[in-house]
């Protein structure tokens, strides 16, 4: 018998789906929900984003696919505000978010990060619609190591996110290593965190044919620089400093050129004023290049030119940058931590580095662009694996959960 088809609210309070990634505070969430959200939606599901209205001239209702619609909601000031800003905001959004509903309901509402699953519990409650949350990133207390997890940035993101892990009805983790996290880090009931594992679009981010790869190869028979890759949102989380620290250890005559990828969050200005300065003191202007952020097809053309992908964050729940390049065909080198243990096979589609020191991962870095016939392997490998992965069965295995879960309030 066939299946009545849900209605599902997503809630984005601090981020928008219509945001490019790597600007503002978007980020792999935003890739994720969207595309998430366009699976369900291709399989017959109606898809709702709730998220806070930062624009005066943005519609009240924007159509994103068919099946998908974005609704903004008045929440504080109609413009883009600091991410610790929006805790301020989360009562506001709450009650709009209740008088949406009341309007248009839904079957259950998936809370994205902790502001939005706050801004929900409340909402939810009353309405008797069911609460899943996503985290994302967990935050750690303040005097622990960046590598324990992101800095808790507004005042109640640790109590937030504990409260959540015993109120919210379900929570989705993205990783087996988040899930841990969940378990540990907030003793939260093993039976209500789920892993919905993350995919990937192996038709934009694909290995270079062609024309592309002959351009590549006479680029660097001509003497030009391999290409290193970092990519996110210019934050200190992501670990940007440690690539240009780690390229600027490979000695000159050696060095690959450095791009990166992404612009900075709202109160980013002063680290990002740091990287630039890094890069002048290493003597690094002209091999490296700060590329802003940019649309998914160019990025995914930006990762198949690179010969390495560096992925220094200290801390991530799965590292989504880590498979679009294995989708890619290109290597990574990744932090030993967290989710990327699961992005990356150690030795096989990539390698993991633990630590800070330059040093390390310069050799690293170095190894790969001197054997050009391992990293081909690689690469291959790490293409293999990606191919395992698909949006359309990270979907399937959401709405799987969505339904396990229904049947049993």
Same mark, same amino acid.
């Given at each position: ?155 109640? +993101?640790?109590?937030? @996110?504990?409260? !959540?892990? #015993? ?5 989705? &983790?993205?990783?087996? $290593?988040? %899930? *841990? ?91 990002? +004023?740091?990287?630039? @300065?890094?890069? !002048?003191? #290493? ?5 490296? &290049?700060?590329?802003? $952020?940019? %649309? *998914? ?35 990574v080198i990744a932090r030993n931590t967290g989710g990327l243990r699961e992005a990356v096979v150690d030795g096989v589609t990539g ?37 395992? +992965? ?20």
């Open positions: 018998m066939e299946r009545a088809a849900l209605s599902v609210g997503f809630v984005m309070l601090h981020t928008s789906p219509l945001d490019v990634p790597g600007t503002k505070d978007a980020g792999g969430m935003n890739v994720v929900v969207r595309a998430q959200a366009d699976a369900l939606a291709l399989a017959g599901h109606r898809v709702v984003i709730f998220t806070r209205r930062a624009d005066g001239a943005a519609p009240a209702v924007v159509e994103l696919a068919s099946g998908v619609t974005v609704v903004h909601l008045d929440a504080g000031p109609a413009r883009v505000i600091s991410k610790g800003e929006h805790e301020e905001v989360i009562e506001d959004f709450g009650r709009a978010l209740a008088a949406a509903l009341e309007r248009d309901p839904v079957d259950l509402l998936h809370a994205e990060h902790w502001f939005s699953g706050i801004a929900a519990l409340g909402t939810a409650r009353a309405a008797g619609i069911p609460l899943v949350q996503s985290y994302h990133s967990i935050a750690a207390a303040p005097d622990t190591p960046l590598t324990e997890g992101e800095r808790p940035e507004s005042p109640g +993101r640790l109590a937030g @996110e504990l409260l !959540l892990a #015993h109120e919210a009805d379900l929570v989705i &983790s993205v990783s087996e $290593a988040e %899930r *841990r996290t969940v378990l540990e880090r907030f003793d939260a009931d093993p039976a209500r965190v789920r892993v919905v594992p993350l995919g990937v679009d192996t038709e934009l981010f694909h290995p270079c044919e062609g024309r592309e790869c002959e351009e590549r190869r006479d680029w660097l028979d001509r003497g030009g620089r391999p290409e290193v890759l970092v990519v996110g949102r210019l934050h200190p989380l992501k670990g940007f400093d440690l690539a240009i620290d780690a390229v600027a250890a490979i000695p000159a005559e050696d060095r690959p050129a450095l791009r990166i990828v992404g612009a900075p969050p709202p109160d980013g200005d002063d680290y990002v +004023r740091g990287l630039h @300065e890094a890069v !002048l003191q #290493h003597g690094m202007i002209s091999t490296t &290049s700060f590329d802003g $952020a940019l %649309r *998914r097809s160019e990025l995914a053309e930006r990762i198949r030119r690179a010969a390495v992908v560096l992925v220094p964050s200290h801390s991530e729940t799965f590292g989504l940058v880590a498979l679009e390049a294995a989708a890619s065909g290109v290597p390698e993991l580095v633990t630590g800070d020191e330059p040093a390390d991962w310069a050799r690293a870095i170095t190894r790969l662009l001197d054997d050009t016939a391992r990293a081909e392997r690689m690469g291959a490998e790490a293409r293999r694996h990606a191919l395992s +992965r698909s949006w359309d069965a990270s979907a399937e295995r959401l709405l799987e959960v969505y339904r396990e879960f229904l049947a049993t309030r």
